[in-house]
């Protein structure tokens, strides 16, 4: 069955980094595009970026421009998303999700990662 | 502001139908059949509910509905049941810079 498993939660101080980790299994992760959703403590939804693994290309949201990078690593079948110089209004859950068709950026996403919660203070 | 206007809340009685909107232009919505809608419960990663604006996933009951008129976005559901009680947002692909958004989300209660 299609799992997405994201590493666990983080705690950073304003101006470091974070990488969050998803490991798939289940299905060919290479092509199925990986989108990374984060979501503020009583927010909504806020996409961040994708990331179609067999090429590695990627898209990212204005917002996070310069800032953020996402990569996978397909021997592992693991994408990740790394955000720098973080700042407290990055404190979220940070989701993984897989586009419900191959090879198509986006349609929906139907297979989501369990969250990672990313808490920045000092 | 979320690119995609959904109402912040919504309420119906079991056994009811409501409709959840999600208006956006035509540079997404209107432009694009790439609409999807998601259930969020409490504490719980999003489900997909619908994607390509009316299409629903293996396993998701038939009481869902989605559809599209122009720049807007609806999302049906019918039989109204204390399980649905939610956050529902919806999204779009867009022609914009930034390629994909979310509604700001709409919390159904089952009244």
């Known amino acids: 069955q299609v799992q997405l498993v994201q590493s666990g939660a983080e705690v950073k101080k304003p101006g470091a980094s974070v990488k969050v980790s998803c490991k798939a299994s289940?299905?060919?992760?290479?092509?199925?595009?990986i989108h990374w959703v984060r979501q503020a403590p009583g927010q909504g939804l806020e996409w961040m970026g994708w990331?179609?693994?067999?090429?590695?290309?990627?898209k990212y949201a204005e917002t996070f421009r310069g800032r953020v990078t996402m990569t996978r690593d397909t021997s592992i079948s693991t994408a990740y998303v790394e955000l720098n110089r973080l700042r407290s209004e990055d404190t979220a859950v940070y989701y993984c999700?897989?586009?419900?068709?191959?090879?198509?950026?986006?349609?929906?996403?139907?297979?989501w990662g369990q969250g990672a919660l990313v808490t920045v203070s000092s | 502001q979320s690119a995609l206007t959904q109402p912040a809340s919504v309420s119906g009685s079991p056994g009811q139908s409501i409709t959840i909107s999600c208006t956006g232009t035509?540079?997404?919505?209107?432009?694009?059949?790439?609409v999807s809608w998601y259930q969020q419960h409490p504490g719980k990663a999003p489900k997909l509910m619908i994607s390509?604006?009316?299409n629903r996933p293996s396993g998701v009951s038939n009481r869902f509905s989605g559809s599209k008129s122009g720049n807007t976005a609806s999302l049906t559901i019918s039989g109204l049941q204390a399980e649905d009680e939610a956050d529902y947002y919806c999204?779009?692909?867009?022609?914009?810079?930034?390629?994909?958004?979310f509604g700001g989300g709409t919390k159904l209660t089952v009244l």
């Open positions: 999700a897989r586009n419900v068709v191959p090879d198509l950026a986006a349609a929906g996403l139907d297979f």
């Open positions: 289940g299905y060919t992760f290479s092509v199925y595009y």
């Open positions: 990331i179609y693994p067999s090429s590695g290309d990627t």
């Open positions: 035509s540079r997404d919505v209107g432009s694009y059949n790439y």
């Open positions: 390509d604006v009316s």
């Open positions: 999204s779009s692909y867009t022609s914009n810079t930034t390629p994909w958004v």
